[in-house]
């Protein structure tokens, strides 16, 4: 029926508090575009629903991992999925992606991942089983479940345990509780024990101790294969602050922040000999009530016992959560935010000052620096004072000029930590398919520098000086999934393009036709309500310019089969029979003999394009007089599949012609089709009107004998694809002096001047007036403008003996981050205190490192210790390292 044109705002107004629906992003914007155009015939119709390029496989329709919201999915309504599926139905049989809308403190989210938790008996710990439920699901959900899937009595007394990767079980006393705040998360496993009839727990008992301990190796080894075995650690076993911190879920970020902070001596010793009882602050408003202190205490204890292997955070992270909403659940986030949370949250709970007074600040009024600097520190230490204060705090000189009245105002700023920026380049790589016209060559590979503010002119003209074709000779196409998914035009930015995206660059003055290569089904689609054959797409689409003398279907056949011998490496001509019969089309004499060759007539159409006719020339006046004879002979297999328009009237002349033309047609490789921009058999034009689809029709029998797939998927790389990528090398002094450098306030954050009573953009400087005893910088990899979002993959030299006049730092740790904008992995390389050997932090997996690893694209944030505090090292360093050095670096292992 008649797809109702309000379909969007009728969707719009769907409202739910329960649920949602994950959807295809390129499917919802093809509905969106074929809803908008209100016309039922468009050549954007969607097709059913389709989520297929969301799943990592479709055999357990697992969803692949870190998929981005309106990137790769959009999230819909359940009224207005189930108006959607009613509509349009979905793919084979795809499962709906319902999703919980989780109501967490603060905010309200969609809950894309669920938990996936292990599931066993105490009984039987090697029949496990995995479930997935949401973090807004009750433990007693959990419950239920198990006495369900292991067949437990109902009524019978039960209690759950829960355990991660490390050694340990913890009792799930509150059933009641959400698992979300119980810290349960994906990897772990919940156990179940029943009472026995005496009135006691089996777990009470010696023998299942030792049942928990076979469990922990057993899961260890079998499924969660989250760390090595402890014995392959054994030369450093036991040091004293070389310890990991298993991965809760997505909480690198974290892990790398504390293992930069634990390996930051002051603050550690502090921890270590209880200094902080005496200083927690309970009443401090800004404070957390001395919990976040006494969370870190615990973690940095367990990690310098020298007991643990790995230590789990878990507590630590549920007040992290608690007092920041920010970091609930278990998303990625940034280290650095992470940090200035942590070291924020520590100093008001361990501020000394009790009482907060109320300081009028002065203006500078020419006084000398070192004056107003004093005051200025005495002032923050009246309010501000505890160890983050003691070991993280300097100052900056900030000096402000109005540009009306040249007023000057110098103030003293305290700072924790340097947000350094680096330098932004104004070039993008970019690596690009060129097909040439020449039917001989294959698609060549290049790798494009074009600017990153440019069009997609700007990519032509690049790409023209190695091609020597014309850039407005230049069609760019990014191509999915076996179709053309978008082509652009000349003045689109090119940041619509994507780095992910798959482009091709055609060559070509006027594109004609663009062509899709389909494979018929061996059945025809009876379910569907026709008697027509299914298709799917294979290879990649061609977008051809064809002369305008060549617009038959006879013409369009072997100009197809010309390009295509060149594409699959000959093979399409390997039979001589069938390729003798193929360049013969139908007889010349038989006037209906373009319609048997066929399935759709090409006309040159006034306006130089050619328009694309799903329907066959039949015969003319002088062939109707036959027509009795005609309806009592059977139609031909072509004629079923629609591909043929019936012959002409069966005279005996005429039935042998026939019969040779079958024979003939048995023989073609291929047939063609008008399509739409999707490439199904639905007639329709592109965006503009002018753009016809073309499909060739391949039966399976002979694509599988004349098409090779293999060689028409190869290509050739340009000499420019050779030359390495030379990544940019910054001094880290350069990203120093760019903080320090003159700037002009901008509009949204203009200064009020006192002098003119009104506010200013003044020019600002910022100068590094006293610096800490730890010095932490914080690299700015994420750059975010008005035009573009991007992560900086610069390489900055950072050097490991920092020298800032008057000051000397030695570097002790750095906190990495590998992978993309969205995601990615983050890492620490981390100097012992003890031993002063560097070790590489991966989580739960700690190894050996060497000085000259610790210089990547990835460090994110360094932190230096000053050196006339630095104490030397106690205990000698590890002998023959060496043997034993594995520093393995992830990019997107979460």
């Known amino acids: 029926g008649k797809v109702p044109n309000c379909q969007i705002s009728n969707l719009a107004v769907l409202i739910t508090n ?19 155009t209100g016309d039922q015939n468009s050549s954007s119709f969607p097709g059913q629903i389709d989520n297929t390029e969301l799943f990592e496989e479709l055999d357990s329709y697992h969803l692949k991992e870190h998929l981005v919201e309106n990137e790769d999915f959009v999230l819909i309504p359940a009224e207005a999925w189930h108006k959607l599926l009613a509509w349009y139905g979905m793919v084979e049989v795809q499962p709906a992606l319902e999703r919980k809308v989780v109501d967490m403190p603060s905010l309200v989210k969609v809950e894309v991942y669920p938990v996936e938790i292990f599931l066993c008996l105490h009984s039987n710990m090697e029949n496990v089983v995995t479930a997935q439920f949401s973090r807004a699901d009750h433990i007693h959900t959990i419950q239920k479940v198990m006495m369900k899937q292991f067949d437990v009595v109902e009524g019978a007394e039960t209690r759950l345990w829960m355990k991660s990767s490390d050694t340990s079980c913890e009792r799930l006393r509150n059933v009641h509780v959400r698992v979300l705040d119980s810290c349960l998360s994906s990897g772990m496993t919940v156990i179940m024990e029943m009472r026995n009839a005496d009135g006691t727990w089996p777990s009470s008992r010696p023998q299942i101790m030792w049942g928990f301990f076979l469990l922990t190796i057993f899961l260890s080894l079998l499924i969660l294969s989250v760390r090595n075995s402890v014995e392959e650690h054994d030369s450093y076993r036991g040091q004293p602050g070389v310890s990991g911190l298993t991965n809760l879920g ?14 930051t001596p002051p603050l550690t010793e502090y921890f270590l000999r209880n200094a902080y009882l005496e200083e927690l602050n309970f009443t401090n408003p800004l404070g957390m009530k001395g919990e976040i202190a006494e969370a870190y205490a615990d973690v940095i204890k367990q990690m310098w016992s020298g007991m643990h292997y790995s230590v789990v955070p878990r507590i630590f992270k549920t007040k992290v959560g608690h007092f920041a909403s920010q970091f609930l659940g278990y998303q990625q986030h940034d280290s650095q935010e992470l940090l200035s949370f942590l070291l924020d949250g520590l100093h008001e709970d361990l501020n000394r000052v009790k009482n907060k007074e109320y300081i009028e600040l002065r203006d500078a009024a020419g006084r000398p620096d070192q004056e107003v600097a004093e005051e200025a520190w005495r002032n923050h230490r009246r309010r501000n004072d505890s160890v983050i204060v003691d070991t993280f705090h300097g100052l900056f000189k900030s000096t402000l000029v109005c540009p009306e009245c040249r007023k000057v105002s110098v103030t003293f700023d305290p700072f924790c930590y340097l947000s350094v920026p680096l330098p932004v380049s104004k070039d993008r790589v970019m690596e690009v398919f060129f097909v040439s016209l020449d039917p001989v060559a294959k698609p060549v590979q290049h790798r494009l520098v074009v600017p990153k503010a440019g069009k997609v002119f700007d990519l032509c003209s690049v790409l023209s000086e190695m091609t020597k074709i014309p850039a407005n000779q230049m069609v760019v196409a990014d191509v999915f999934n076996h179709r053309f998914y978008k082509l652009y035009h000349a003045d689109e930015s090119l940041s619509c393009i994507l780095d992910r995206d ?34 799917s797409l294979f290879g990649h689409p061609l977008l051809m310019t064809v002369p305008r003398g060549q617009c038959s279907r006879d013409a369009l056949y072997h100009l197809f089969l010309q390009r295509l011998t060149q594409e699959s490496g000959g093979e399409a001509q390997a039979d001589e029979g069938a390729s003798s019969e193929v360049r013969a089309g139908c007889s010349t004499e038989d006037s209906a003999s373009a319609s048997c060759s066929a399935g759709a007539s090409v006309d040159a159409g006034a306006s130089g394009g050619a328009s694309v006719d799903a329907s066959a020339t039949g015969p003319t006046d002088s062939q109707q007089g036959a027509g009795h004879q005609q309806q ?234 000053r050196q006339d505090k630095i104490r030397q090292p106690t205990l000698p360093a590890p002998l023959d390292i060496n043997h034993h050095l594995d520093v393995s670096r992830p990019m997107n292992c979460e």
């Open 18 to 36: 329960t649920c949602r629906y994950l959807v295809e992003r390129r499917w919802y914007e093809q509905w969106k575009e074929y809803v908008e």
């Open 250 to 263: 997505n909480t690198c970020f974290m892990n790398s922040a504390l293992q930069c902070l634990s390996n």
């Open 502 to 535: 798959d482009i091709f660059v055609y060559e070509g003055d006027e594109v004609v036709l663009a062509l899709y290569l389909r494979e018929r089904s061996h059945y025809r689609d009876y379910g569907s309500g026709s008697s027509s054959y299914g298709t």
């Open 632 to 865: 009592q002979q059977q139609p031909c297999e072509e004629e079923e599949r629609g591909e043929c328009p019936p012959c002409l009237p069966q005279t005996n002349e005429r039935q042998a012609k026939r019969k040779g033309c079958e024979a003939r047609r048995r023989k073609l490789l291929f047939s063609i089709q008008a399509v739409n921009s999707n490439g199904t058999t639905e007639r329709g034009m592109g965006e503009d009107g002018t753009q016809p689809y073309v499909a060739m029709d391949w039966d399976p029998d002979m694509k599988k004998k004349y098409y090779n797939e293999n060689e028409a998927e190869k290509y050739v790389k340009h000499q420019s694809m050779e030359v390495p990528h030379q990544q940019t090398t910054v001094q880290l002094q350069e990203c120093i002096e760019l903080f320090t450098t003159v700037e002009t306030l901008e509009e949204e954050n203009p200064w009020y001047c006192p002098m003119c009573k009104k506010h200013q953009l003044a020019t600002k400087k910022l100068d590094l007036w006293s610096l800490p005893e730890v010095l932490i910088i914080h690299l700015k990899r994420f750059s975010y403008t008005k035009y573009s979002r991007e992560k900086l993959d610069i390489i900055v030299d950072f050097p490991l003996r920092l020298v800032t006049p008057p000051s000397r730092y030695d570097l002790i740790a750095v906190s990495n981050h590998y992978g993309g904008l969205r995601d990615g992995h983050y890492t620490s390389y981390a100097r012992n205190k003890d031993n002063g050997q560097w070790y590489y932090f991966d989580d739960s997996k700690v190894t050996y490192a060497r000085e000259e690893q610790i210089v990547t694209n990835a460090a994110y944030l360094l932190f230096y210790h």
